[in-house]
């Protein structure tokens, strides 16, 4: 297939598209994935979140720079909020880091959610997996922020980046504890603002007892400092980027991480299309009953599950 050749010798447009084909569900997307799979495996996938206004663009195009200053090529997943009610986004994200934009070593693309829950659009897995094939040694993907359920970064990314900052209040409450439990990388980004030293001692506290609770952990997550605005904490930030690959690798996790991922996409893959085959069969219907409290919701997803049994 000419686009999925295009996508491993690298190409910029052959990648943009694929990305669009899968995004849009263009069954083009799906045969690009089949022939670019075999040689994916080896990017180092990099989750960026944290709560909504904690900077995770500028610390993502700041380390973009870091990244490419130690010869690195670099994508970049930017996940952006759609609208509820046109499913349109943004995508802010490549204004943001417009100076990346002529670097033949970056490859920049926003996804808009699309209504979906954990942070992370429903094409972001693929999109990784296109970035991966066409050679980037890290892609780095930003989520919307944290939320309730958004945890799908731990999913799919080899090493979680969790971003707080100053003037939250309660900083590590407004980062979900799921999350907590899950970063590999903390960042007290905005550290120039008044109530740093308090955010900071809240996230050691939290990380005291999270060691506590997990003695035989094999890494400590490191906690640091950044003030993206001004390009302060890029160098430490991939330092520890870098020191959790040579970790993974060790460790054998990298490729367990890799596996538990594809695991994953795949099940989410076979609900989506179990789901759409059943509704399309009887889902109106079915639905309508429910709607007119005839049918318990259990009920009618046994009824479901049987029309694609």
């Not at 799921?178 to 050691?204: C, M, P």
């Not at 990298?254 to 538990?260: E, I, K, M, Q, Y």
């Amino acid at each position: 297939m000419g686009i999925a050749a295009d996508v491993l010798a690298g190409k910029a447009a052959a990648g943009a598209r694929a990305i669009t084909w899968l995004d849009d569900r263009d069954p083009r997307g799906a045969e690009v994935i089949r022939h670019i799979f075999p040689h994916t495996g080896h990017a180092h996938v990099v989750g960026i979140t944290g709560p909504p206004g904690a900077g995770k663009s500028t610390l993502t195009d700041t380390l973009v720079a870091e990244l490419r200053s130690r010869g690195r090529t670099v994508g970049v997943v930017a996940i952006d909020p759609s609208s509820p009610f046109t499913g349109g986004a943004i995508l802010g994200d490549r204004v943001r880091m417009a100076r990346h934009t002529l670097d033949p070593g970056v490859f920049i693309r926003s996804i808009g959610t699309r209504g979906a829950a954990g942070g992370l659009s429903r094409s972001t897995h693929d999109a990784c997996l296109v970035l991966d094939a066409m050679g980037f040694d890290v892609v780095l993907v930003e989520t919307v922020g944290v939320g309730q359920d958004e945890i799908d970064v731990v999913n799919l990314a080899h090493t979680t980046i969790i971003v707080g900052v100053p003037g939250l209040g309660d900083e590590v409450q407004a980062v979900k504890a799921g999350i907590l439990e899950a970063g590999e990388i903390f960042v007290v980004n905005k550290a120039d603002r008044d109530g740093y030293d308090a955010t900071v001692s809240q996230f050691e506290l939290m990380l005291h007892l999270r060691e506590q609770s997990r003695p035989a952990e094999p890494w400590r997550p490191p906690l640091l400092r950044a003030v993206a605005s001004a390009g302060e904490g890029a160098r430490e930030i991939v330092d520890a980027i870098v020191a959790h690959r040579v970790h993974l690798d060790e460790t054998g996790a990298f490729a367990l991480r890799s596996g538990r991922r594809e695991r994953e996409q795949v099940l989410a893959l076979l609900r989506d299309k179990l789901a759409r085959e059943a509704i399309a069969q009887a889902g109106d219907s079915i639905l309508a009953e429910v709607e007119a409290r005839r049918l318990d919701p259990y009920s009618a997803v046994e009824q479901l599950a049987g029309q694609v049994r």
